[in-house]
């Protein structure tokens, strides 16, 4: 019994209503890649030099009307995406996360701190394509990318920073849930990544 309400616990996640953060600017962030394919051709002269790419990507929550939304950055009219990136080679898990989340969204010469918390979920890309799993195929030895995604605990109250060029949105999850033609697979499939959680409105 203790070991479950420990458990149970650990699963908690504060979610602080959307009206607790402000948003401000800050300089625009350049992408790498100006389309798919180069970020694919990229990815493959990276894997030549140094092995299978490692991402983690930050899953923020916060709450409207007792609902759990996702903060998503927003490039242009359709695309979207959580925030993180690829790992230096040899960097932590964490410590990559944190130092791509203060790019993203902390404060320009600031050293912001993340209470970064449990895996949510792991998804694998095989080849040089688009197509990602949350799983590795069968007969797939050497996949090209191994993507994390981490639930982070957000304060009661905080300021983001988001560059000129990108938007921060909350979406509900009952828009993300079976809509990966809007959102791509991984950023639809949250809602039952994120099922395990208890929500604590604040």
């Known amino acids: 019994m ?22 401000g600017s800050k300089d625009v962030l350049i992408e790498k890649d100006a389309s798919v394919a180069a970020r694919l051709a990229r990815m493959k002269e990276k894997y030549a030099q140094e092995g299978m790419r490692r991402s983690v990507e930050a899953v ?29 080679p040899g960097e932590g898990e964490i410590d990559g996360l944190a130092r791509k989340l203060s790019n993203k969204l902390g404060a320009p010469g600031k ?38 995604l981490f639930v982070v605990q957000l304060p009661r109250q905080f300021t983001f920073h988001v560059p000129k060029n990108l938007k921060l949105i909350a979406v509900p999850l009952f828009e993300l849930y079976d809509n990966p033609s809007r959102f791509g697979p991984i950023i639809a499939s949250l809602p039952q990544a994120l099922s395990r959680f208890n929500f604590v409105y604040i």
């Open 2 to 23: 203790a070991d479950a309400a420990a458990k149970a616990l650990g699963h908690t996640l504060r979610v602080y209503n959307l009206e607790c953060y402000s948003f």
């Open 60 to 88: 923020l929550i916060v709450q409207q009307h007792n609902h759990p939304h996702v903060l998503l950055l927003q490039i242009g009219n359709t695309f979207f995406k959580l925030p993180g990136g690829h790992l230096k």
């Open 111 to 148: 050293v912001t701190h993340w209470e970064i918390g449990e895996l949510a979920c792991t998804w694998w890309r095989p080849h040089f394509e688009t197509f990602q799993y949350p799983f590795i195929p069968p007969h797939i030895t050497r996949p090209k990318e191994c993507k994390k």
